[in-house]
């Protein structure tokens, strides 16, 4: 028990040291930190559960170098984060907002856990009435 709890604690404390690799990170730590910050509101397309800070998918390492790009050509945060939201969609947040268009990412949780409680509750009756 105690040799998975410290596998356990290794893989947590380690997960941050696979996020930017080290020829990706800029030199003005102000930007590097800017970035970093970024790069943990954008989703990777491709892990889809984890941001592209912490992914080490190719696309992922990607557009961390895109992200650096912009902030070095002087974009504010908001004009990075609009610049992958206007390239990505709205899916490439990871809180997107909450609009028309973005209430199945929204919603899409609950309605799965309201069909899996009617299935069960539909099940378990069907048992009970056998």
């Not at 998975?4 to 690799?21: E, I, P, R, V």
């Not at 943990?40 to 895109?66: F, M, N, T």
């Not at 490439?92 to 069909?115: D, I």
Request: net charge neutral; hydrophobic share 45%; with cysteine.
């Amino acid at each position: 028990m105690k040799y998975a709890l410290a596998l356990c604690l290794f893989l947590t404390l380690s997960a941050a040291t696979f996020a930017a690799q080290p020829d990706e990170t800029l030199t003005d730590p102000a930007l590097e930190a800017r970035a970093r910050v970024i790069t943990k509101q954008l989703r990777c397309l491709v892990c889809q559960g984890e941001d592209i800070d912490e992914s080490q998918a190719p696309l992922a390492a990607d557009l961390r170098k895109l992200v650096r790009e912009r902030l070095e050509k002087g974009d504010t945060d908001q004009q990075v984060i609009d610049y992958m939201r206007q390239r990505y969609g709205d899916y490439v947040l990871m809180n997107p907002p909450v609009e028309p268009a973005t209430l199945l990412l929204w919603g899409a949780p609950m309605l799965v856990l309201l069909t899996g409680l009617g299935v069960a509750f539909v099940f378990v009756r069907r048992q009970g009435k056998g």
